[in-house]
């Protein structure tokens, strides 16, 4: 455990570094880092991912990225590409001494994977690593190597520092002096049992820096016998294992150039003479053997080649002999160090599934970027009617209505409607033709071995004799190997490719039907050898940037279903995906049911607007707008539902029908009235009726015409028109139209039928019998936040039902109120309309649904209470007017975000309104007072826009005199509602606010609470 802390620290000690270089240049960084690869194709698979975390400033400033495939694609060894990346830096520099001046880390990665044939295409080095960074990425073999390496620099002269692609080295910098020695082996302690499946280094002499000894031998792979013989054995049993990370000092690295060079000059006939196929040097075999103490030149003619014995071979290792074997090689004991092995397919699996526990230190996690719930899964979409089994291992795939069974591997692949056998390994490509394949093996199988070697639980040649093939058609002129065997068939599709794939599995198990062999035996097939040689590799990662985009947006789809906080949904999207993101989001929200339907649809706002996207197709407001239109739908339905009325049984039954209405007083509650909040989660106001200069400021008339049409005025705004068209009275969604409210109200009633066509304004008015006016007065600034324009719909829906004959209830009135605001796409709830119809003091509630059943109860204050009330309340014109609609969208919109700080928020302004309502029958006012403006705080928490420094100006101005404060409505603007320390009269504030806003429209207006 104190080991894990140790690593767990110096891990992030050294990512926290990384991290700063990836935005400073003021760090002692490497020069150049490169990374070999096999061949082009691979190459370029590793340079379009370098590519990618350079676009999204994932690598280290200043720092020099180079991929540098094999010498004319030829087999050369890491030897061999260890003289090419000179010749490469060289050649880059302009001169060999320029190198000199360089801090170079090389990342041998050009083999082909045998072992691990999933990663021959984009090689092992980008295989993912069950670990998220910390910008939102899984991490992989490379940005463990560059997170480990990161601080290096610190510690080493200018030189070449030689990193292994299947190794992640947990380690401190701080254990490495690298400044003085020739080269250096970076070793760790392990048991000698262990030690015998690994290079050990024996240690000889004192080296130069007096802190480390000499390597005095390298001995690979031997017994525990030839270990112990050789001394390399420690009294407590432990050996020093080889990491792999060599370090070059400069002048071993000008040792090295010397064979290929004249003067400094690349001479390239001496290049290819030690960089070719047939001598195919092993850096560690060929370059690291003759830097032992105790080495021979004998002993190193001996050393297993990489690829053959020749006589070749043998001149370039007398040459490297005479140029390395003066040199030491220092050996540096990390201690505690421990390292991480990604080998064969099984220990690979072992790692992730069934050891990934005794990793928890470095934040290992069986599940990353996916969306399913059991097995081991980077980035990989498994949809609901899949089974996966707990010890399965995903990546970068995709699993649709299928069940994979126990110890299998998908990596790369999708499967649909099928069974994957257990310890079965489905490895997918798209090859550069347009076509796929899809490779089976086991997960224990050895794909070096030979075709008599387990495979999928028989042979490859039990499936060649079952299946009736020749070994002609499966190896042709190539070893016998299961690397070798053409067994997986071109397909024009994934799901095509699985299918064969499992063929092989079966053929291998039960009997297959002759068309079945038949169909095998007639396709073009791939060995696991040329498959990977074939891929698209640009198409490989860009498909696994399209998986792990689904995932994202099917995990932003599960958050709104749960209702999780989406506020910080941007960020779930990658910026390269933004387009195709908001569109499947989209699709997926025309699909949804309410409310992940409106959730979804804010999400793709949110997006828009974090990644500045504005096209005829997507933009901010359209899915904004469209988050409220289902919101509209809903109550619209409901509303409809209920209190929807055949246009064929209406008739106008009296001449001329006027109501007058005071205005509301919102002291507590908002936005909790407002849809959606209420629909989830339920409202709770506490409101008053207020006339204002003595009188009800609402008033409304609506008469009977004889003419066929609809005239519509505002006495206050002294506009009037008239209409006969019946379409443009259902237009009632622009809240600058002046005729918008009389419009939304002749529907929500069902004067104008919401969605019958056919029917003409004539017909409707013959109906009807005769036309309509409404005119409407309001003695009120436009924009109050006393509820204006909600009190004119009910008056005007009274008055409407009222001259059409049809019985009308306050809760009809509630309802078809709430649709009108709505309809005007202004977002209101529904406490204008219960504060402005009736008079007094009350607390109302409603209950979460889509129909919001409210609950009225008018609160019985004494007679003190109430004039303690009036005596302290003041309104405040604050000079400003605004729209609501702006104010309370962004309130609502925090709502539909499922904001965890604004859902809270609106949670504790409903508990105010209980303790307001309890001091108001105790007749406490200042108590009151106090919740007034203790909501208010809140309500600016919600919405920046509640308030501004304009009303925070004048609150100011007036601070001594106030023991409450607050906005009226949605705020922004308006009014402004006072409740004065108790003394304090209100000519006192009058007089105070004369004084310091004389004549600029701020003001106290004369009101009276009833």
């Not at 260890?82 to 490469?88: A, D, K, S």
């Not at 919109?893 to 309890?918: D, G």
């Not at 004084?995 to 106290?1004: L, N, Y």
Request: hydrophobic share 40%; with cysteine.
């Amino acid at each position: 455990m104190r080991q894990d802390n140790f690593f767990a620290q110096s891990y992030d000690d050294a990512l926290n570094d990384y991290i700063y270089s990836c935005s400073n240049t003021k760090v002692d960084r490497w020069d150049w880092i490169v990374l070999t690869a096999a061949n082009e194709k691979q190459a370029e698979s590793y340079r379009i991912q370098i590519k990618n975390r350079r676009k999204e400033n994932r690598l280290p400033k200043d720092t020099q990225f180079v991929v540098i495939p094999d010498y004319k694609e030829q087999r050369i060894g890491s030897g061999g590409a260890t003289f090419n990346v000179i010749r490469h830096i060289e050649r880059e520099a302009g001169s060999f001494s320029q190198v000199l001046n360089m801090k170079i880390l090389v990342i041998h990665s050009g083999g082909d994977s045998r072992r691990i044939p999933q990663y021959s295409a984009c090689g092992k080095l980008f295989a993912p690593v069950p670990r998220m960074l910390p910008n939102g990425y899984v991490s992989t073999i490379f940005d463990e190597l560059l997170i480990a390496a990161t601080d290096i620099p610190n510690r080493c002269a200018n030189g070449m520092m030689i990193f292994p692609s299947d190794t992640e080295l947990l380690f401190n910098s701080l254990q490495l002096d690298l400044l003085s020695c020739d080269a250096a082996g970076l070793s760790i302690k392990v048991s000698v049992l262990e030690g015998q499946d690994h290079g050990v280094f024996v240690q000889g002499e004192l080296s130069k820096d007096h802190r480390n000894r000499n390597v005095a031998k390298f001995l690979h792979k031997q017994s525990e016998a030839l270990l112990r013989e050789n001394r390399a054995v420690d009294s407590s049993n432990q050996v020093d294992v080889d990491t792999g990370c060599i370090w070059l000092s400069n002048k071993v690295i000008s040792a090295l150039w010397g064979l290929v060079s004249d003067n400094d000059e690349l001479n390239l006939d001496k290049f290819e003479a030690f960089v070719n196929s047939k001598v195919c040097l092993n850096f560690y075999a060929d370059f690291v053997y003759p830097l032992a103490e105790d080495s021979t030149l004998a002993e190193f003619q001996k050393e297993t080649p990489e690829n053959s014995y020749s006589d070749e071979l043998k001149a370039c290792r007398e040459s490297l002999w005479k140029a390395l074997h003066g040199f030491k090689l220092s050996l540096v004991k990390m201690i505690p160090a421990r390292y991480i092995h990604f080998g064969m397919t099984h220990e690979m699996y072992d790692l992730f599934v069934n050891d990934i526990e005794n990793y928890k230190y470095l934040k290992w996690d069986r599940r990353l970027v996916t969306n399913g719930t059991t097995g081991t899964i980077m980035n990989g979409f498994v949809t609901d009617t899949s089974e996966v089994k707990d010890s399965v291992y995903i990546e970068d795939s995709r699993v649709i209505n299928s069940v994979v069974e126990e110890g299998a591997i998908l990596s790369n692949v999708d499967v649909k409607d099928v069974t994957v056998p257990a310890g079965v390994v489905l490895s997918g490509l798209m090859l550069s033709n347009g076509k796929y394949v899809c490779r089976v093996y086991g997960k224990n199988d050895n794909p070096k071995a030979s075709a008599e070697a387990p495979f999928l639980g028989g042979t490859v040649s039990k499936f060649v004799n079952n299946i009736g093939a020749s070994k002609k058609d499966i190896w042709g002129n190539n070893t016998a190997s299961i690397w070798n065997a053409k067994l997986y068939p071109e397909c024009d599709s994934m799901e095509e490719a699985v299918r064969f794939a499992l063929f092989l599995y079966k053929a291998l198990h039960e009997e297959v039907s002759e068309e079945e062999k038949t169909e095998w035996l007639n396709a073009n097939k791939y060995s696991l050898n040329n498959s990977f040689r074939n891929a698209d590799v640009v198409g490989l990662v860009k498909r696994k940037s399209e998986i792990s985009n689904a995932v994202k947006i099917q995990k932003i789809v599960d958050l709104a279903i749960k209702g999780a906080d989406l506020s910080n949904v941007s960020n779930m999207i990658d910026a390269d995906k933004v387009s195709i993101s908001v569109e499947e989001l989209y699709k997926m929200a025309l699909k949804a049911e309410f409310p992940v339907n409106m959730r979804l649809c804010l999400a793709c706002a949110d997006i828009c607007k974090f990644y500045k996207v504005s096209s005829p197709e997507q933009f901010y407001e359209k899915y904004e707008d469209e988050a409220y239109k289902i919101i509209n739908d809903v109550i619209t339905q409901e509303t409809f539902d209920r209190f929807g009325t055949d246009i064929k049984s209406i008739k106008i039954k009296k001449d001329e029908v006027t109501v007058e209405l005071p205005v509301r007083i919102n002291f507590c509650g908002s936005p909790s009235d407002a849809a959606p909040y209420c629909l989830e989660h339920g409202g709770t106001m506490v409101d008053g009726a207020l006339l204002l200069k003595g009188k009800k400021p609402i008033k409304v008339t609506v008469r009977k015409i004889s003419e066929d049409e609809v005239r519509f005025g505002s006495l206050d705004q002294s506009c009037a028109d008239r209409f006969t068209d019946i379409e443009s009275l259902r237009k009632c969604n622009d809240p600058f139209d002046p005729y918008a409210l009389h419009k939304a109200v002749l529907v929500a009633t069902g004067i104008i039928p919401y969605d019958i066509s056919g029917i003409t304004l004539i017909d409707l008015c013959r109906e009807l019998g005769g036309g309509l006016e409404i005119l409407t007065e309001v003695d009120i600034p436009k924009g109050s936040g006393l509820g204006t324009s909600s009190i004119i719909a009910a008056a005007a829906v009274k008055a409407v039902n009222e001259i059409c004959g049809i019985e009308v209830t306050n809760e009809k009135v509630y309802a078809q109120v709430f649709l009108v605001e709505q309809l005007m796409t202004t977002g209101g709830g529904w406490q204008d309309q219960v504060g402005g119809l009736t008079e007094g003091m009350k607390y109302f509630t409603s209950l979460p649904g889509k129909y919001q059943d409210i609950k009225v109860e008018h609160l019985q204050l004494s007679e003190e209470t109430l004039n303690e009330l009036n005596e302290r309340f003041v309104l405040v014109f604050s000079g400003q007017r605004r729209l609501a609609r702006n104010v309370l969208r962004e309130e609502m919109n925090q709502c539909i975000r499922n904001n965890s700080k604004a859902l809270k928020a609106v949670k504790k302004i409903q508990e105010y309104c209980a303790c307001m309502r309890y001091y108001l029958m105790k007749g406490d006012v200042t108590s009151f007072a106090h919740y007034i403006t203790a909501q208010f705080e809140l309500v600016k928490k919600l919405d920046k826009g509640a308030s501004n420094t304009c009303i925070e100006y004048i609150f100011d101005v007036c601070g001594d005199l106030i023991e409450g404060k607050s906005i009226c409505g949605a705020g922004g603007g308006g009014f402004l509602q006072i409740v004065l320390k108790e003394g304090v009269s209100k000519e006192m504030l009058r007089r105070r606010i004369q004084d310091e806003f004389f004549d600029c429209g701020v003001e106290v207006w004369d009101c009276k609470l009833i």
